[in-house]
């Protein structure tokens, strides 16, 4: 049982994982945070784009 408990404690797999998550999980707020940002853009450009694709038609 000590054995078992102080493999548990040296093992890295766990600890590994969660940077990952981690990391993942930062990303994701900043690929969120880059969109919000251009959101307000991209909405301009494509009411342009259909504006005059619309006056060609």
Do not use: H, P, S
């Not at 054995?3 to 990391?23: H, K, M, P, S, V």
């Not at 707020?29 to 504006?51: C, E, H, S």
């Amino acid at each position: 049982m000590k054995n078992e408990i102080a493999q548990f404690l040296r093992e890295e797999d766990g600890a590994t994982a969660l940077e990952y998550g981690l990391i993942a999980g930062l990303i994701a707020v900043a690929v969120i945070a880059v969109i919000g940002t251009f959101t307000g853009a991209l909405q301009g450009l494509f009411n342009r784009l259909a504006t005059r694709i619309g006056a060609v038609g």
